[in-house]
């Protein structure tokens, strides 16, 4: 089975700094992909970003970057220029192709706040 | 991406009742699913629903509890039957995105459920 695994419950960082969200995830699986979602208070869920497992170039969009590292299993989530929009919890997702759709596997998620 | 809009988006409920939520998205897709979100807690995949069969479970999850209907390609509705405060949770609808074996899942804006 495949675990996605957030360590890090909340973090704070101030507005226009970088903050960094850590994921890990644990398959046996070859071909997958990788996702960052956010879910602010109103609750709907918006992908920040993905990243194909074959690819070795880091996704990155706008202020959002990942470092993907197949071997260790890390996909970790690089915010720049932190802005007031960006506080919401974050979550990790694994995704697989079994037979007929995608499954997803959602890590527990990070508490990100930033400060003015 | 595609459209998807949740009815109710919050209700408080009596316990021992049952409560449908109805999920309604703008194209037709395939594999319609649903997840459930615990308080501070991360997404957790209920069942996964295709059109014309009956849905496929999640562990822990089981048909009388939770039955699902798939009328069409663009409906479905997820009842939670005989509440109890445990069942409070926000109940997320969701469906693959078209286009590859890599896309995204796209989600509703969530159903808060409080169950007193």
């Known amino acids: 089975a495949q675990t996605v695994t957030q360590s890090q419950p909340e973090m704070s960082v101030q507005e226009a700094e970088t903050v960094t969200l850590s994921c890990t995830y644990d398959?046996?699986?070859?071909?997958?992909?990788l996702f960052w979602y956010k879910q602010p208070p109103s609750r709907q869920m918006i992908l920040v970003i993905r990243q194909e497992a074959y690819k070795q170039q880091n996704a990155t969009e706008n202020r959002f970057s990942v470092n993907f590292q197949k071997a260790a299993k890390s996909f970790s989530l690089k915010i720049s220029d932190s802005q007031l929009g960006d506080t919401a919890m974050y979550f990790c997702?694994?995704?697989?192709?079994?037979?007929?759709?995608?499954?997803?596997?959602f890590g527990s998620g990070t508490k990100l706040n930033v400060k003015p | 991406s595609a459209v998807i809009s949740q009815k109710p988006s919050r209700d408080i409920c009596q316990r021992g009742t049952s409560l449908t939520i109805q999920c309604q998205v703008d194209s037709q897709v395939t594999m319609m699913f649903w997840y459930r979100q615990q308080p501070g807690q991360s997404l957790t995949l209920i069942a996964t629903a295709n059109q014309g069969s009956e849905a496929t479970y999640e562990s822990g999850f089981v048909i009388d509890k939770f039955p699902i209907s798939r009328p069409n390609l663009t409906f479905s509705t997820l009842t939670v039957s005989n509440m109890s405060p445990e069942d409070s949770s926000i109940y997320l609808c969701?469906?693959?995105?078209?286009?590859?074996?890599?896309?995204?899942?796209?989600f509703g804006d969530g159903t808060r459920l409080s169950i007193l």
């Open positions: 969701s469906v693959s995105g078209t286009g590859g074996s890599n896309q995204p899942q796209h």
């Open positions: 398959t046996s699986e070859n071909n997958y992909y």
């Open positions: 997702a694994f995704m697989k192709h079994t037979g007929n759709f995608n499954k997803f596997y």
